[in-house]
């Protein structure tokens, strides 16, 4: 019976000394998400450049497609070989943002396939309802934090 709690006595102090050691940091992608467009100025800004690294399709220009992830260079550049510290790597998904007959682009069944669908209906309620446009006005006026995007599909935007 000793042996078998000097075991469990190991295994725990194992266990224990993985999560905390082993534990990595997780941190979410600041561009993923956003069309190129929007990403390559928010880096810009920050005086940094935008390389694409990887692309996915071909359906969207370039400025339209959708940052999948994002990532800062790492390595020797330029004539004297000195370390790259101001270039991030996208990279991009230029398939339609939900996919139709003949046209690539992510699944109605995936979660973004859901959120497209989601914001595509949503669009279409608000640009071709009196409810839709009703909406639109009451709540422009009411949230302008809401920013632009809350109001794609309403009528004047």
């Known amino acids: 019976m000793k042996a078998a709690s000097g075991t469990a006595v190991v295994v725990g102090a194992v266990a224990v000394s993985m999560s905390v050691y082993g534990a990595g940091v997780a941190a979410a992608d600041p561009y993923a998400g956003q069309t190129y467009g929007d990403a390559s100025s928010a880096i810009s800004s920050y005086g940094q450049t935008p390389v694409i690294a990887g692309r996915v399709g071909s359906v969207l220009p370039t400025d339209q497609c959708i ?3 994002s990532q800062k260079a790492s390595g020797l550049g330029g004539a004297n070989f000195t370390p790259v510290q101001n270039t991030v790597l996208l990279y991009l998904n230029c398939n ?8 690539p682009g992510n699944s109605a069944a995936s979660p973004e396939g859901q959120q497209a669908k989601k914001d595509q209906e949503a669009y279409e309620w608000k640009s071709t309802t009196e409810d839709g446009a009703q909406w639109c006005a009451e709540n422009q006026k009411a949230h302008p934090d809401w920013g632009a995007a809350a109001f794609n599909g309403c009528p004047g935007t």
């Open 67 to 69: 940052v999948t992830r």
């Open 96 to 103: 339609q943002v939900l996919a139709g007959p003949g046209v």
